[in-house]
C-alpha cells in the first residue's frame, strides 16, 4: 500500500494512506519527497524543518544537563542536531516529561525573559506527556523549561525559525 504523506509546519508525518499531501502555513508546497528537507518563507524569516534530533535528557545527562530530576533546565540549540550556530529566533521541539514526582506544568521559553504565565504542557504524578512547541531561544540559542514540580525531561528538536536579518 502507498503512504501518504504530509507537512505540516515542516515536518513530514506518515498517515498510511494512498496519496501525497503538503500543507503549510497559507502556502501549499506541493508534492515533498520523503526525508526530504523543508522550507517555509515567511514575513521576516523561514522556517527550516530538520529531522528529528534528541538534544537534551535529564534522564541521562546527553546535552550535558544535569541527569537528575529538575524544576529548571536551559537548553543549548545552537550548532546542534543541524540548528545554526548563530541566526535563529525560534526552536520547533518535542517536550516530553516522564515521571513527575506530583501534578504540575512546565513553560518553555527564552533563558532570560521573563517567565510566560502560561503553560505549555499540564500533567499529573508519574504521567509522561510530550508536547510539541515553538520555543523564542535568546541571541546564544538557549531556551528554559520551568516545571512547577521535580521531573525527567527530554527535548528532541525538529525545526527552527531564522531571524529577519540572516
Known amino acids: 500500500m502507498a503512504t501518504r504523506r504530509r507537512v505540516c509546519w515542516g515536518r513530514i508525518f506518515s498517515t498510511g494512506l494512498a496519496a501525497l499531501i503538503v500543507v503549510a502555513p497559507a502556502t501549499v508546497l506541493g508534492s515533498v519527497p520523503a526525508g526530504a528537507a523543508t ?4 514575513p521576516g524569516g523561514s522556517y527550516e524543518a530538520l529531522t528529528p ?5 535529564t534522564r541521562s545527562g546527553l546535552g550535558g544537563v544535569p541527569a537528575a530530576a529538575t524544576t529548571a533546565l536551559v537548553v543549548a540549540t545552537a550548532g546542534r542536531a543541524g540548528v545554526p550556530a548563530t541566526g535563529v529566533s525560534a526552536v520547533a521541539v518535542n517536550i516530553t516529561v516522564t515521571g513527575p514526582s506530583a501534578a504540575g506544568n512546565l513553560t518553555a ?5 521573563p517567565k510566560p504565565g502560561t503553560s505549555n504542557a499540564n500533567f499529573v504524578r508519574g504521567q509522561t506527556v510530550a508536547q510539541m512547541a515553538v520555543v523564542s531561544v535568546n541571541p546564544t540559542g538557549q531556551f528554559t523549561i520551568a516545571t512547577t514540580t521535580p521531573t525527567q525531561l527530554v527535548v528532541d528538536v525538529e525545526g527552527y525559525s531564522t531571524s529577519a536579518d540572516t
Do not use: C, F, P
Open 39 to 42: 522550507s517555509v518563507n515567511a
Open 109 to 113: 521559553y527564552a533563558t532570560g525573559s
Open 53 to 57: 534530533a534528541r538534544i537534551a535528557d
